[in-house]
């Protein structure tokens, strides 16, 4: 079945540091969403991307999709310790791959920032 | 957040005993799914439904059972509950599954503790 790999799974900086998670899944994609938890929260979206090569940016925030449509990236410039939380990558298959509804989460980035 | 509540919020309970745990949304959203969350392991779909008495298994299906008599409730149960399901347990909704769109929002989660 479709996985989808996150990396690092821990980071630790300095506020107004930098920060990237990287995700890979291991089939095509039709789509990549980005979630964020904060320390004892729920999920919440943030975005989603769906075309091939495709960047989109929400103020410090800058979300990539691979050409290939199978990695992703998120990068955080200038952390703040409202930054801190575990981020997620979730991946929606093809239809060649089963996609439907479903997505396949990586296994989240656990992002912490000291002053 | 989209209207979805989950009940119990907490729950202790000894091996071998069977809980339910529900989750409940307003909007009449038609797909809903629940996952468990465990360190290291991200989000894992267990089962999901995309109408009443729709069903279907995800990743991580064994030892669960679920069922959606009404649009606004579907129900997890775990009919003889093992230390290895401990875990904090989210319910989710697609608001609009288009067919390039389908963010999910999440519940307040339930903690599960199996003694």
């Known amino acids: 079945g479709q996985q989808v790999m996150q990396i690092p799974q821990y980071q630790h900086v300095q506020e107004g540091e930098d920060f990237t998670t990287y995700c890979n899944s291991s089939t095509t994609l039709s789509n990549i969403q980005w979630y964020k938890q904060r320390p004892g929260g729920h999920p919440v979206f943030l975005i989603q991307?769906?075309?091939?090569?495709e960047v989109k940016k929400q103020k410090r925030l800058t979300f990539q999709f691979g050409e290939a449509k199978k990695n992703s990236s998120l990068h955080i410039t200038a952390t703040q310790t409202t930054d801190v939380g575990t981020y997620f990558c979730?991946?929606?298959?093809?239809?060649?791959?089963?996609?439907?509804?479903?997505?396949?989460f990586g296994t989240g980035t656990q992002l912490k920032v000291e002053l | 957040d989209a209207g979805i509540t989950q009940s119990p919020r907490h729950k202790v309970t000894e091996t071998g005993t069977p809980v339910t745990l529900r989750c409940h949304q307003t909007?009449?959203?038609?797909?809903m799914y629940w996952y468990r969350q465990d360190p290291g392991h991200g989000l894992r779909l267990i089962h999901y439904s995309y109408g009443v008495k729709d069903t279907d298994k995800g990743e991580v299906s064994d030892g669960y059972s679920v069922s959606r008599s009404k649009t606004e409730d579907f129900l997890l149960t775990l009919e003889s509950a093992t230390s290895s399901q401990t875990s904090v347990y989210f319910c989710a909704i697609t608001p609009t599954p288009r067919e390039s769109y389908n963010e999910q929002f999440f519940g307040p989660g339930t903690r599960l503790t199996v003694l």
């Open positions: 979730a991946g929606r298959g093809t239809r060649l791959t089963g996609g439907g509804n479903k997505l396949t």
């Open positions: 991307l769906v075309k091939s090569g």
């Open positions: 909007e009449n959203h038609r797909y």
